[in-house]
């Protein structure tokens, strides 16, 4: 079972930027950022995947948001730039099964504990 420990939330401004951290305890697998705001299911942000570092997002976020992953110090990134208030939620990190829909909660197998992000207008 491998850790997740995400970091890097906080209160900011509308338009303002955030750099969410995952780091695990080993980074051999694809990873995706999700977020649930209150009274809010769930809902996928991006995802990096291991074998090919390519990366998807919301519609609510592309063009907004960025994940990165850097295998040496086997952390996963979401940069976050013009934030607006829709973005305020808890941030979860999760490491994901093979195959599966990457925006899908039942596809990850370890999950972060979480870091809150809040965006006041």
């Known amino acids: 079972q491998v850790q997740l420990v995400e970091s890097g939330g906080g209160s900011v401004q509308a338009g303002g930027t955030l750099t969410l951290s995952c780091e695990a305890s080993?980074?051999?697998?694809?990873v995706g950022w999700f977020r649930q705001g209150p009274g809010k299911e769930r809902e996928g942000v991006a995802a990096?995947?291991?074998?090919?570092?390519?990366?998807v997002y919301a519609a609510s976020v592309r063009g907004r948001f960025t994940i990165l992953r850097d295998d040496v110090k086997n952390t996963v990134y979401l940069r976050m730039n013009n934030l607006k208030p829709e973005d305020t939620a808890m941030y979860y990190c999760?490491?994901?099964?093979?195959?599966?829909?990457?925006?899908?909660?039942?596809?990850?197998?370890?999950w972060g504990q979480g870091t809150q992000v809040t965006v006041s207008s």
């Open positions: 999760a490491a994901k099964n093979a195959g599966g829909a990457w925006s899908s909660p039942e596809t990850y197998h370890s």
């Open positions: 080993a980074l051999t697998f694809s």
């Open positions: 990096i995947y291991t074998s090919t570092s390519s990366t």
